[in-house]
């Protein structure tokens, strides 16, 4: 319950509105996200209205932009089970209501109070908290938290569970410990017992009460775990995809490598095994080989515990038995056939290689196929390590949201192919002119985010103004002999210590949009207050 409710109210749909003003520019529908988290609005407003639905910053780990149909409004996924928990407990409040609307009314400040009081105690808390967030956003929100929880009835029981959700996969994206979540479950638990207590008449009305609301606290956080695992496992799968994906840059090469280095393994062993003296079997064995190493240490790492993996590694083992038990003292038959043997077993590591390198072929959608830039679905991978490597380093980083001035024009004046060629022409204006220690993503349609590693606001702002003169000074040579002028809108925005990486994304787009209204081919860094672009209705600072 940490981050949670600031971003109650200053992050939901942000997501939402990065893709919303993505497509709003791009001209085409940002891809369909897979997590629904939906919020009560901001203010006190009735629970039982149902929320908008929202997309959240999975919007950025879907594939490359396509166009869709707009999606239909969706109750938010729920396990029946669960929804039915939800139910009894919200019924077994109505009886204590009274008391319980005594509380909302004056008991949650000091809550509020007591419980960012004990978090800011906490060092590892300390990394997600700031006195001022916690004072200007962060009890508010907590407090508006409870009082909705608190005075839910079952109609509200849509709008609770996706505020649980929501909450959930936002600590996800945070990295908020577990244990932390279910030590502010605790301390709430324990200072709404204090107050119910203070004020039940009697007892028996007390326990009543208290069980209630223990109940109603309990399920509102397994609601939240059960989000939070789902969204780390999502991000964990492309975490690994990612990983694999640059373990293994150039797939063909790495594929006639391993073929190579196999058969140099044959060869020295035929060579071997065919002369007079085949010397010692030590040099001679596969897991000692080249090819033995590379399986060992990255093809291992790459391509993970898979069948076939399991079977070269059987194989491998076979062979090294082989030349241990054969090998010494043999003859020359003995080892023609051993030497078959091997051949054979070798010949089967070579297709089964061949079918793992065959099965990743499809990591190459880890780039777009246009702009061979990253797939937007790594950003969320790149920009959380960024988000820990500021934490625990101190070192800043930037995002630059990049987007082409009146490309419609262009499709529409010199056609799509044009269009594309164009952006082929600006991926590679942005690898030329970024560092190699930068990440570059082709964003939407004609937008493209850059992530600057280890920069101030000077030397991204000036990265930035180095693209946008480069994409503005290097016009494309159309097939006729012409030039085409090209020109970008950049946003810079620089993190700012907040740990949700949808934040410092959202706030580069507001800048964007802002370079957009002062005339195109500028670059404008966010600040403070920064207006949100139309559509990007969550975009809160
Ligand atoms: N050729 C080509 N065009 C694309 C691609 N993706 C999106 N577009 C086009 O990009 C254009 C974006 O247009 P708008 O969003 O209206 O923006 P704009 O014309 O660049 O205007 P401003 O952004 O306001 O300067 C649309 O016409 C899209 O069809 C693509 O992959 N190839």
């Not at 301390?187 to 028996?204: Q, S, V």
């Not at 109940?215 to 690994?240: P, Q």
């Not at 830039?373 to 920009?383: A, E, G, S, V």
């Not at 002062?518 to 207006?531: E, H, I, T």
């Amino acid at each position: 319950m940490t981050v949670a409710n600031e971003n109650l109210t200053q992050i939901p749909g942000l997501g939402r509105a990065v893709r919303a003003s993505c497509a709003r520019r791009s001209g085409r529908r940002p891809p369909e996200a897979t997590a629904v988290a939906t919020l009560p609005p901001r203010s006190p407003a009735p629970l039982s209205t149902a929320a908008p639905r929202r997309r959240t910053i999975a919007s950025v780990n879907a594939s490359p932009p396509t166009v869709r149909p707009p999606a239909a409004p969706q109750r938010p996924r729920r396990d029946t089970r669960l929804a039915e928990d939800w139910e009894r407990r919200l019924g077994a409040v109505a009886p204590v209501r009274g008391l319980l609307e005594e509380i909302r009314a004056d008991g949650l400040a000091v809550l509020a109070d007591h419980f960012y009081g004990d978090m800011l105690d906490d060092p590892r808390a300390a990394r997600y908290l700031s006195p001022e967030q916690v004072r200007e956003r962060l009890k508010p929100s907590l407090q508006r938290w409870l009082r909705d929880l608190l005075a839910a009835g079952i109609g509200d029981l849509d709008t609770l569970y996706a505020q649980q959700q929501h909450v959930g996969h936002v600590h996800a994206r945070i990295g908020v410990p577990v244990d932390l979540v279910y030590r502010g479950g605790r301390m709430l638990k324990d200072g709404l017992r204090a107050a119910i207590r203070a004020r039940a008449d009697g007892e028996a009305a007390a326990l009543e009460a208290i069980e209630a609301v223990d109940s109603l606290l309990d399920i509102a956080f397994e609601t939240m775990t059960r989000a939070y695992a789902r969204s780390r496992e999502d991000a964990g799968a492309v975490d690994g995809s990612f990983r694999l994906f640059s373990l293994i840059q150039n797939i063909g090469t790495e594929r006639e490598r391993q073929r190579a280095l196999l058969l140099a393994w044959e060869n020295a062993v035929l060579y071997a095994l065919t002369a007079e003296q085949p010397g010692p079997t030590q040099a001679l064995l596969i897991s000692r080989s080249e090819f033995g190493l590379w399986f060992l240490h990255k093809g291992l790492a790459s391509f993970g515990d898979t069948a076939e993996t399991r079977e070269v590694a059987a194989i491998s083992g076979r062979i090294d038995q082989a030349l241990h038990e054969r090998l010494p003292g043999a003859d020359a038959a003995a080892r023609r056939a051993l030497l078959e043997d091997l051949r054979a077993w070798a010949e089967e590591i070579r297709s089964l290689v061949g079918m793992l390198f065959e099965g990743i072929g499809d990591l190459e959608s880890g780039r777009d196929a246009l702009t061979r830039l990253l797939n937007r679905r790594f950003l969320p991978t790149i920009l959380r390590r960024e988000i820990s490597l500021h934490a625990n380093t101190g070192r800043q980083f930037a995002v630059l949201m990049l987007d082409l001035d009146h490309f419609k024009a262009i499709n529409d004046t010199h056609g799509h192919e044009t269009g594309d060629r164009a952006l082929q022409h600006v991926a590679a204006l942005l690898v030329d002119n970024t560092r190699g220690s930068d990440y570059l993503f082709r964003y939407g349609g004609e937008e493209f985010v850059v992530v600057l590693g280890s920069v101030g606001e000077t030397e991204a702002l000036g990265i930035a103004e180095g693209l946008r003169r480069a994409i503005a000074e290097s016009p494309l040579t159309l097939a006729d002999g012409g030039r085409l002028d090209l020109t970008a809108s950049i946003g810079v925005a620089l993190q700012d210590g907040h740990p949700d990486y949808e934040r410092v994304l959202a706030r580069a787009d507001a800048a964007m949009y802002q370079a957009k209204r002062g005339g195109r081919d500028r670059v404008v860094l966010a600040v403070k207050g920064m207006p949100e672009p139309p559509g990007a209705r969550a975009l809160r600072y």
